[in-house]
C-alpha cells in the first residue's frame, strides 16, 4: 500500500474530477439525488483513501459513484408510492405526455446501466474502455448499453 507521502493528495483528485463527478450524478440521477450521491461518493471515496492500487484515479472515483447510484436506485426502488399520484387505467399522461416533458424522469427511467453508459459517454466523454472500467462490464456490452438507452431516449423523446 502506498504510503500517504507518495499518494496524491485526496484533494488533488477532488479538484482535478470533482465537478465531472458532480455533473455525471446530476445527470444520471437528477439535481436533488444527484448532490446526495456526490456527498456520498466523497464521504466514501476519503475513507476509502487512499486506495490499495495505484491505477487510475478516476476511474476508481466513478466506480465508487457508480456504486452509490446504485444504492440510490435501490432505495427509490424500496420507497412507497403514495395512492394519490397512481394513475388510472386508461390514462393518457405516460413519460412523454404533454408539453411538460420531465427530462429527469425519463432519464430515471433508464436501467441503471444504460444511465450510467450514456452519461458517461456523452456527458462526459469518456471512453468505451473506461466506461467498461467503471461498470465492470465489456466495451461491448458499455456500446450496447449506450446504444439502447439513446434509442430508449429518441423513442421517448420524439
Do not use: C
Not at 456526490?38 to 495505484?54: C, G, M, S
Not at 412507497?80 to 416533458?101: K, M
Not at 467498461?132 to 448499453?145: D, H, K, M, P
Request: net charge neutral; aromatic share 6%; glycine share 8%.
Amino acid at each position: 500500500m502506498p504510503t500517504p507521502t507518495t499518494t496524491v493528495p485526496f484533494q488533488a483528485v477532488l479538484d482535478a474530477h470533482g465537478s465531472a463527478l458532480h455533473r455525471h450524478l446530476v445527470g444520471v440521477l437528477g439535481p436533488h439525488d444527484g448532490a446526495d450521491a456526490y456527498q456520498e461518493t466523497l464521504l466514501a471515496a476519503l475513507r476509502a483513501w487512499p486506495p490499495r492500487h495505484d491505477g487510475n484515479l478516476r476511474a476508481w472515483l466513478f466506480t465508487v459513484a457508480h456504486r452509490k447510484v446504485i444504492d440510490h436506485a435501490r432505495a427509490r426502488d424500496r420507497r412507497p408510492v403514495p395512492v394519490g399520484s397512481v394513475p388510472e387505467h386508461g390514462s393518457s399522461g405516460g413519460i412523454g405526455a404533454g408539453p411538460d416533458l420531465d427530462l429527469w424522469a425519463v432519464v430515471r427511467s433508464l436501467p441503471d446501466k444504460q444511465r450510467a453508459a450514456v452519461a458517461l459517454r456523452h456527458g462526459d466523454d469518456w471512453s468505451y474502455a473506461d466506461i467498461a472500467a467503471v461498470l465492470g462490464i465489456s466495451e461491448a456490452a458499455v456500446r450496447q448499453n449506450v446504444t439502447a438507452g439513446l434509442d430508449r431516449l429518441r423513442e421517448v423523446l420524439t
